[in-house]
């Protein structure tokens, strides 16, 4: 148990939606990250925020954006889905960016149909 | 971030140390060696990391060769619970967050 919670567990949505992930950081831990896991795939990284501002960016295109919140709370938005989204997003926390343990969630698992 | 090299798959006998190979020729001389571990259903966990000294924790031990283009984590006493994928990571800094992970190492501990 890392503290760290993710919701929707589970979700579908057709191609051409929009879906919005959403992630509670532990306690104190100004820092998020994003990353997507395809199956049978290592994690992806998607992009950091620190203190509300993004703060690194993966290869991935802008209709991947993200949000986080005064609290540290954090938001990934994916606009016009497409099937090859279907993956595990997983929301890292830690207690700073220079800190060296990441705290991941259990994860969204995503299928677009 | 330097690339790093893991075979796919390992066995060990339950009660007996996991000893899982890393190699990493490219790396330069500021960046450290981290290893997560994922199993089955969750996310990505944190073990250990270092930058040229070998390490130990509650978890496991990391050695890092001399001239640092290997390293190997042990677990010491492998229990049914260490079945996971084993990612070896390498990057600049402390910094925890953007971590590059690449397919890992899927260890299965045998009853």
């Known amino acids: 148990e890392t503290g760290v919670t993710q919701s929707p567990t589970h979700l579908i949505k057709t191609r051409g939606q929009q879906v919005t992930l959403r992630c509670s950081s532990q306690?104190?831990?100004?820092?998020v990250s994003w990353y997507q896991q395809a199956l049978g795939q290592g994690p992806q990284f998607i992009f950091q925020?620190?203190?509300?501002?993004?703060?690194g960016r993966g290869n991935f295109p802008p209709r991947f954006s993200g949000l986080q919140f005064p609290n540290y709370s954090s938001e990934l938005n994916v606009n016009a889905l497409e099937l090859d989204d279907s993956a595990l997003y997983l929301c890292?926390?830690?207690?700073?960016?220079?800190?060296?343990?990441?705290?991941f969630g259990q994860g969204t698992r995503l299928t677009v149909v | 971030d330097a690339k790093t090299t893991q075979p796919p798959s390992m066995d060990c006998a339950e009660g007996r140390a996991a000893n899982l190979p890393c190699n990493h020729s490219?790396?330069?001389?500021?960046?450290?060696v981290y290893w997560y571990r994922q199993i089955h259903s969750q996310g990505p966990q944190y073990i250990i990391h270092?930058?040229?000294n070998n390490e130990t924790n509650e978890m496991a031990s990391l050695i890092i060769t001399e001239d640092r283009k290997s390293s190997t984590l042990i677990l010491p006493h492998a229990t049914l619970r260490d079945t996971a994928v084993y990612y070896c990571?390498?990057?600049?800094?402390?910094?925890?967050?953007?971590?590059?992970f690449g397919t890992g190492t899927r260890l299965t501990v045998i009853p």
């Open positions: 270092g930058l040229k």
């Open positions: 890292a926390s830690s207690l700073n960016r220079v800190n060296t343990e990441a705290f």
């Open positions: 306690s104190g831990h100004n820092t």
């Open positions: 925020y620190y203190r509300e501002e993004e703060n």
């Open positions: 990571i390498v990057r600049v800094g402390t910094g925890a967050n953007n971590l590059f």
């Open positions: 490219t790396i330069s001389g500021n960046e450290y």
